[in-house]
């Protein structure tokens, strides 16, 4: 009896033994698993989805700071309608062609078939002038946006990473800058210069990047003390390099997200130089010109000469505002859909 049990037991050591074998030798021919099986895995952390973000992998952290953008309603609606705005102004001039450097004796002419939003006192066909006056706005205001973002993030991820007497220094500068009033730089140089879209880039973007370069700098100094900073230090990182990979990478939501604001501010400051006379000269057509220009004849019943480009300037500020929000909360790690 005890040998009837012991060949049993033996036997069935040797089936699962087999079976083990069969098992490994079907894993290691199995083919490899379908692409499409890569959509039924599991999200990726926060931190995995950080690390593959500093490791210059960026791919899958910027698809779902994408989808985060575009699940918001509102910033939708302003990305449509900045597109809309910039085909308007880029290739509406190149569809309906108006005279806007030569004047005619067709003045103050209402809303008409051949003048869709009139005429003003000059005889500029209005609708003609809004695209005109929007392609100029807007090659100012983006760029200011860009000049003034990329001087304010290397000016404040300098001070915050290097610390100490250059913090210092840089620090002093910037409060400085801050203590100068704007009025006065623009009533200077207007009376001094004559105004052109280059000069007002440079001074618009001279005075824009000291809230950028403030931003930017307090992330650096909350940076500069995390544990992969000092590590990369203490391996004999480059400052330059650690700068790029390490502190570059983890501002870029604040940088983005101030861009858009500069926008903003651009087309409204731009709006109240040419509105106050320090814009550029006509017949060069602004927003804030023709503001200014119509405003004058608006107890005359011209209503055509100041409520399409105050609508134009509030609808972009919107616009823009929406998608700076929406661009806010998409870098937000917190808000973002796993």
């Known amino acids: 009896m005890p040998r009837s049990i012991h060949r049993c037991a033996t036997r069935d050591r040797q089936r699962s033994g087999a079976l083990r074998r069969v098992r490994a030798s079907d894993e290691v021919n199995a083919p490899p698993p379908p692409a499409s099986a890569a959509l039924f895995q599991p999200a990726r952390s926060a931190g995995?989805?950080?690390d593959r973000f500093a490791e210059g992998r960026p791919g899958s952290a910027w698809r779902l700071i994408g989808a985060t953008f575009f699940e918001n309603k509102l910033a939708r609606v302003g990305f449509v309608f900045m597109i809309l705005e910039i085909g308007f102004c880029f290739i509406g001039p190149l569809v309906y062609r108006t005279n806007q450097f030569q004047s005619s004796v067709f003045i103050n002419?209402?809303?008409?078939?051949?003048?869709?939003?009139?005429?003003?006192?000059?005889?500029?066909?209005?609708?003609g002038r809004l695209m005109t006056g929007g392609r100029v706005s807007l090659e100012i205001s983006f760029g200011v946006a860009v000049c003034s973002t990329v001087l304010g993030m290397l000016w404040g991820a300098i001070s915050g990473f290097a610390g100490g007497r250059?913090?210092?220094v840089m620090s002093r500068l910037l409060d400085v800058f801050i203590s100068i009033p704007p009025l006065f730089v623009f009533i200077y140089l207007a009376t001094v210069y004559r105004p052109t879209l280059l000069l007002?880039?440079?001074?618009?973007?001279?005075?824009?990047?000291l809230v950028p370069a403030r931003l930017v700098r307090g992330e650096?100094?909350?940076l500069r003390t995390r544990e992969y900073v000092q590590a990369a230090q203490l391996m004999g990182g480059q400052s330059t390099g650690i700068m790029r990979r390490h502190i570059f990478h983890n501002v870029i939501g604040t940088i983005v997200v101030s861009a858009t604001f500069q926008i903003t501010n651009a087309i409204l400051v731009l709006a109240t130089l040419d509105f106050f006379g320090f814009g550029l000269p006509p017949p060069t057509p602004t927003w804030g010109g023709m503001l200014s220009n119509g405003i004058n004849y608006l107890y005359d019943g011209y209503w055509w000469q100041i409520y399409p480009e105050a609508a134009l300037?509030?609808?972009?500020?919107?616009?823009?505002?929406?998608?700076?929000?929406?661009l806010r909360d998409a870098f937000d790690v917190r808000l973002q859909r796993r």
């Open 48 to 50: 995995e989805t950080g």
């Open 109 to 127: 002419l209402a809303p008409s078939s051949q003048h869709p939003l009139g005429t003003d006192n000059n005889g500029f066909d209005i609708l």
């Open 166 to 168: 250059i913090d210092g």
């Open 200 to 209: 007002l880039i440079l001074v618009l973007s001279g005075l824009s990047w």
């Open 220 to 222: 650096t100094l909350a």
């Open 313 to 326: 300037i509030v609808c972009t500020v919107v616009a823009i505002s929406f998608i700076g929000d929406a």
